[in-house]
């Protein structure tokens, strides 16, 4: 049988993942930010993560340029964020941003950020595989639960 993206979509559908927007730096250093769930902790010993992006990402190049980005895990309250940071178009200037350590602009009311360096880039299919490593990491504000993403809906864990 064919695996048509629609049938690929849907199962893949089936795996819940967390959801992070991931930032790094316009031309100009105005702040840019993409919603992301293909990050993965990679390596403990380095400490790598990965991102896959769309090779289609109008702000691809912002990523290819800096060679640094942060990673902003959502909190089951930040559904709004993501769809921010999901929408078309480049422009994510209507967001306030916090300035980050390694001047890295981050998110607020994240359950967590990473800086990462990027170390290796590979194309795979339609996207890019970005692998960074992570140099600085930290719990953010108050414990919560994770913005769960399941069947193309956005969800939270039972207590
Ligand atoms: C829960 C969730 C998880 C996600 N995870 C990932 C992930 O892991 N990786 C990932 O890559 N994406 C992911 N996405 C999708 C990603 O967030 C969006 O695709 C992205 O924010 C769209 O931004 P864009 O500026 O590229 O969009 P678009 O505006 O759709 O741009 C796409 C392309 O079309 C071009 N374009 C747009 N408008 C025009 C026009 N009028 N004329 C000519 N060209 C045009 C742009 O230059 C760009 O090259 C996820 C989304 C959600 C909701």
């Known amino acids: 049988m064919e695996v048509t ?7 893949m559908g089936e795996f819940a993942t967390g ?6 730096l316009c031309n ?20 790598l993560i990965l ?9 691809l190049e912002h990523f290819e340029r800096v060679g640094r980005f942060g990673v902003n895990i959502l909190s089951e309250e930040q559904a709004e964020e ?7 178009g480049s422009n994510r200037s209507g967001f306030s941003y916090v300035q980050g350590k390694e001047g ?38 108050k414990p919560g639960k994770p913005l769960v993403f399941y069947a193309g809906r956005y969800t939270s864990l039972a207590e």
């Open 19 to 24: 959801v992070t927007v991931v930032t790094t």
């Open 51 to 59: 991102i896959c992006l769309d090779r289609e990402l109008s702000g």
């Open 82 to 88: 993501s769809a921010f940071f999901a929408q078309h």
């Open 28 to 47: 100009g250093g105005q702040p840019y930010g993409v919603t992301v769930n293909s990050f993965t902790s990679l390596s403990l010993h380095p400490p």
């Open 104 to 141: 890295l602009p981050l998110l607020e009311g994240c359950l967590a950020c990473l800086a990462c360096q990027v170390v290796d880039t590979y194309p795979a299919g339609d996207h890019v595989i970005l692998i960074g490593r992570v140099t600085w990491a930290e719990h953010r504000s």
């Open 5 to 11: 993206p629609d049938l690929f979509r849907s199962v």
